[in-house]
């Protein structure tokens, strides 16, 4: 509920007037303008929007990837400037390494650290049981279906112990049937662990069955465009998904991401610096 993040507490990332401008041709490309947003700690929100209005644009500078031409991204009040342990990110393609198995993938992170074998192994066992990979601990990723994969990469994030979990469309290359599978478990994996989400999507119905705020974008320039509530009750399943109220707010946040005011080409500007 958006009364979460205007609360005393202070939001768990907040992102502050940030402006990012490509240079492109002569010229120059707003991706994203003056963009600000908070998000509460423990609140999973998802940005759904038109291709190209900046969603991963957002994501990579959140994640400390990309710079900004102005403003600010905060984490538990300080100012990203890179990538950082209590930030774990994953990405629409499986970036899991392929020579390790399912447990080896889980526990990379953890032994990077240094954490103890038997520590590792009693965290590794509960995230991979956690995402239903009991059986395929041992798989090479090879092995493994996509579905499969994504759940390993997940059980990998989470493993590490992380306050934020950065998601870019990682449902994206699925099938509709896997994807929905997968919705369901990481909605089910975040009831249990929590974690501040942030995901990634363009699918209006995944975005309102994992969220408990939906944050529409518009592109050209890349900016909010509205802020939807998701009153859902905290246990979604599939039932979620036939109810009214499910219908009524995937309706919309359709309208608000299809029925977007046509392309402004003022995100399209002349440099200062060419004729
Ligand atoms: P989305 O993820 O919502 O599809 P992106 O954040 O990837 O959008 O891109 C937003 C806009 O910024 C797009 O028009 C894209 O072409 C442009 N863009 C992204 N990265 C770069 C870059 N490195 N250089 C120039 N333009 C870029
Ligand atoms: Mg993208």
Excluded at 178 to 191: A, F, G, I, P, Y
Aim: proline share 5%; charged share 20%.
């Amino acid at each position: 509920m958006s009364t979460m993040t205007s609360t005393s507490c202070s939001p768990k990332i907040s992102v502050q007037g940030i402006t990012k401008v490509f240079p492109l041709g002569n010229g120059q490309f707003t991706a994203l303008d003056n963009v600000s947003l908070d998000v509460a700690d423990n609140e999973f929100v998802t940005i759904v929007g038109p291709s190209g209005c900046g969603k991963s644009t957002m994501m990579n500078v959140l994640a400390g990837l990309e710079t900004v031409s102005s403003g600010q991204a905060l984490v538990d009040g300080v100012a990203v400037n890179g990538p950082g342990p209590e930030r774990g990110v994953i990405f629409q393609q499986y970036a899991l390494f392929p020579w390790l198995t399912v447990r080896e993938n889980v526990e990379f992170g953890l032994k990077t650290a240094k954490v103890p074998k038997a520590e590792r192994r009693k965290i590794s066992d509960h995230f991979i049981n956690l995402v239903g990979l009991g059986q395929f601990a041992d798989a090479l990723p090879k092995m493994l279906s996509g579905g499969m994969r994504q759940r390993c990469a997940i059980a990998r994030a989470y493993a590490v112990n992380p306050s934020i979990l950065l998601m870019d469309e990682p449902f994206g290359a699925l099938d509709a049937l896997t994807r929905v599978k997968l919705q369901e478990q990481l909605r089910e994996t975040w009831s249990a662990e929590k974690r501040t989400v942030v995901f990634i999507t363009h699918d209006v119905d995944e975005a309102v069955y994992l969220a408990n705020r939906v944050i529409v974008m518009a592109a050209r320039p890349g900016r909010i465009h509205e802020i939807i509530d998701v009153d859902l009750p905290d246990q979604r399943t599939e039932e979620t998904r036939l109810s009214p109220e499910f219908t009524a707010l995937r309706n919309r946040v359709w309208n608000a991401v299809y029925h977007q005011e046509a392309a402004d080409d003022s995100a399209l500007a002349p440099s200062a610096t060419t004729a």
